[in-house]
């Protein structure tokens, strides 16, 4: 084994050879000693880089939540409405398509400090800006953003899984229903509920 410095090893390749192996492997299957084999160095040197497994994740996923950040926002430029919420929608899809390691990745749950200094508010950002062109405001945009994140999540997730392998119709042309269908809810967002609980029923 090469010692890191003859390996070349910084943070920063350190960090790009994580989410070239998460791609490879499964963002599940790196670690500091898969890397270490990767770098062919001994495992305690690159401590010196990264504090732990859970440290290079959590590097990987702030990398992977801002090279998805800067892609949706491309895509939005100059769109809005049914257009942006499509654009959004398939960033996130082809990024899974192609990174599935690197979108696990910016699924990964970091601590609120963490959270908080890194893209993820940017992506929440971009779903706002798609519903400037629904009128939403307030608590119903909170609402929205939230329904439009599960539905986008939700979806490719299922898909990355192999979900809907084995049934018709394609699972493209169901996207392209659940994209309509998403865009007339937002266009018809129901007020707010107005119904009472029903009546205690006497013991």
Known sequence: MVSVVRAGVTAERLVQAGVELADEVGFDGV?????????DV???SLYSHVRNSRDLKTRISLYALA???DRGAAALAGRAGRDALIALGTVY???AREHPGRYAAARL??????AASSAGPRHSQLMRAILLGYRLEGADQVHAVRLIGSTFHGYISLELAGGFDHSEPDSQE?????????DALLRNWPALSTHT???EVAS
């Open 174 to 182: 169901s996207w392209e229903r659940i994209m309509d269908a998403l």
């Open 197 to 199: 609980p029903p009546p």
């Open 31 to 39: 670690t500091v000693s898969a890397l270490a084999r990767r770098f």
């Open 93 to 95: 899809r082809d990024y």
């Open 42 to 44: 001994k495992v305690p």
């Open 109 to 114: 749950r970091l601590d609120p400090q963490t």
């Open 67 to 69: 090279e998805l950040a």
